[in-house]
């Protein structure tokens, strides 16, 4: 399963920065606007100490954690929906990714250009998240005006989605996100298919070095989503980044465990069995007859398959079996 998580903000608020430590992979990180042009990717492991436990557990040979793909993407500006600074190419970037990470600039640095001459993080977040707003707005009036022949028709498909734009259009004007729209299931997917900006889970990432708990308080209850505090620069918070990242998504993860290969495997919450046996391979959903299924902790407490076998603990799932985040599963086709 591939899912990938923009990193966004300001130029100069340290999404390079923290791309780089994320990745050890080498991008531009020069202190000025738009150094980042073309966005660059980097698949980035997900912190699991379970999974080194049931490697270590199995004395296997091979451990392959979980991962994520983060996307650098150039620096926003005020007017970027507009076309302002590299907006056209920033919006086109973020519409290819899953979910976004708003990084927000809250230390204090002379030496480093704020776009604004002055560090304001709730300011900051306003400002991309304009520039979200406005850019489906468009796409929405767009839309609502090419589908007005129909919804006049009274094509059912074409009314319905007339009333989910609409409803859509409505936050937007109010200068809010997308994602606040009060939008049943089935009006959810219809949205999904608009690929909207600010329709995209968000997770704000406070770049925060050497900043007070004080400061922290004033802004966090004003935030408006989830967050986590990171500092880029001495790389401190990034394992509570990656796993809020990978939450954000809303992934969870099952383990395959054996001599040969301990693996971490990455699925939606609430997979069923044969959707989650999948991710190993697409004949494990169509072939799937039963898995054998034991919660992490418990294969490490009984001490080895045998034991949970005996103690009850090893159960026979079938096709409508949800799988849970750390059950230890073997696919049987």
Known sequence: MSLSIGIVGLPNVGKSTLFNALTKKSVPAENYPFCTIDPSVGIVAVPDERLWKLAE?????????AVIEFVDIAGLVAGASRGEGLG??????????????????????????????????????????LELILADLETVTKRLSNI??????GDKEFVREDLVLRKVETVLLDSKLASTAQLDDEEKLILKSMHLLSAKPILYGLNASQVSENIIDSIVAKIPGNYVKIDAVFEEGLNDLITEAYKLLGLETYFTTGVDETRAWTIQKGSTAPVAGAAIHTDFKDKFIRAEVIFWQDLLNAGSYAQARSQGLLRVEGKDYVVKDGDTVEFRI
């Open 57 to 65: 557990f199995s004395k296997s040979e091979k451990t392959i954690p």
């Open 88 to 129: 056209n190419k920033f919006l086109s970037n973020i519409r290819e990714v899953d979910a976004i990470l708003q990084i927000v600039r809250v230390f204090e640095d002379n030496s480093v250009i704020h776009v604004a001459n002055k560090v304001d993080p709730l300011s900051d977040i306003e400002v991309i998240n």
């Open 148 to 153: 007005t022949r129909e919804v006049k028709r």
